[in-house]
């Protein structure tokens, strides 16, 4: 009997001592450099920009999540003529343009199985909503557009421990945003743009 119970209470003492994967999870934050896909619009690069993001763990290799980031590019151009669509009015003049974004997005990461107890790679994929500012100052005049979209954000990447048993991680992933935004005044259907997120989480994520 007494090594019954002595088997039960080490079983008992190892489960205890075992994190299910309900309880891996990770808050980050980063810094998210963005560049414009080739548009008509905007081109310049945007250094203004950042995510945050929280990570649940619900198997050993998949996690799911929400994240929100915001990105904001301006670009200045020389002195050009621009025309109405009837060719019946047009105006010469230098101009400022700014995009602002907003992406909000269910997200989820697939952790690929490596023999490194220092980086931990991933793909995921975030889907959701985009709120946008378009807006163009020239002359005398502004012309703003704001609007919702559908947002896709694929991404690849991976996490860095400073130690095995560190809460701590280094964050680096590229990926692409594509949205559906648009900005009728300038014939624009669609808003997209690739990304770098360099940052730092927190918790017992492996």
Known sequence: MKCLLSIVALVSLQASAQKSPADYDLVAFSWEPSFPAKNEYINASSMNGWR????KGIKHNLSVGVALSWNAFDEYLNSKTYSTAGQTKAITTDMIRQVYTLPMTITVHHYFNTQSK???PYAGLGLGTQYAEHKAYFNIYEVIETNWGFCA?????????????????GLLSFGYNYSTNKNKAFGIDHWNHFTINLGIGFGNFH
């Open 118 to 120: 220092i980086m931990q």
């Open 153 to 169: 954000r694929p991404e690849v990447g991976a996490l860095f421990s400073f130690s095995p048993d560190s809460p701590m991680k």
């Open 52 to 55: 945050f993001e929280y990570r």
